[in-house]
């Protein structure tokens, strides 16, 4: 699923989990793109900072129907300055929140007309990854992706 997405958007794409005050990078799939954030497998990074660290936050506790509709999360020049992100959430049934799925890359690439490209990727890849975990977006939320 990353590769795909990595593909359809153009942009980086991450899982992150929490661990304690952490986020850790699970997976990632980097772009093909010669200019591009670098982040690894296994790379600890701040929570509270980058759209990643939002999601792992913000939707600990499932989240409301309001903070579904503000997805994805965006972070521009949060954690590294010259670097965009966009994440969603993905739930398990057992677990709840399970982790961040983010797209990233360099800001010059994160202008509002890319991240409307971006937004229901990410959105519609966020649902079908929770889906198949047996979790789930709101309704709301799937039918905006």
């Known amino acids: 699923m990353l590769r795909q997405l990595m593909r359809e958007s153009g942009e ?15 997976f990632r799939e980097d772009s093909t793109q010669a200019i591009r954030d670098h982040v690894h497998e296994g790379d600890r990074l701040p929570l509270d900072r980058g759209a990643a660290g ?24 949060e954690r590294e300055s010259e670097t965009g992100a966009a994440a969603v959430p993905v739930f398990s049934q057992r677990d709840g929140l399970v982790g961040a799925l983010t797209l990233s890359g360099p800001l010059t690439r994160f202008t509002g007309e890319r991240v409307a490209v971006m937004a229901p990727l990410l959105l519609a890849a966020g649902s079908r990854l929770s889906e198949t975990l047996g979790g789930h977006y709101p309704d709301s939320a799937s039918q905006s992706a």
């Open 12 to 26: 980086s794409a991450s899982f992150f989990r929490r661990e304690g005050a952490w986020r850790i990078c699970a």
């Open 54 to 77: 939002h999601v792992l936050t913000r939707f600990a506790g499932q989240g409301s129907a309001a903070d579904f509709t503000a997805l994805p999360l965006l972070s521009f020049g």
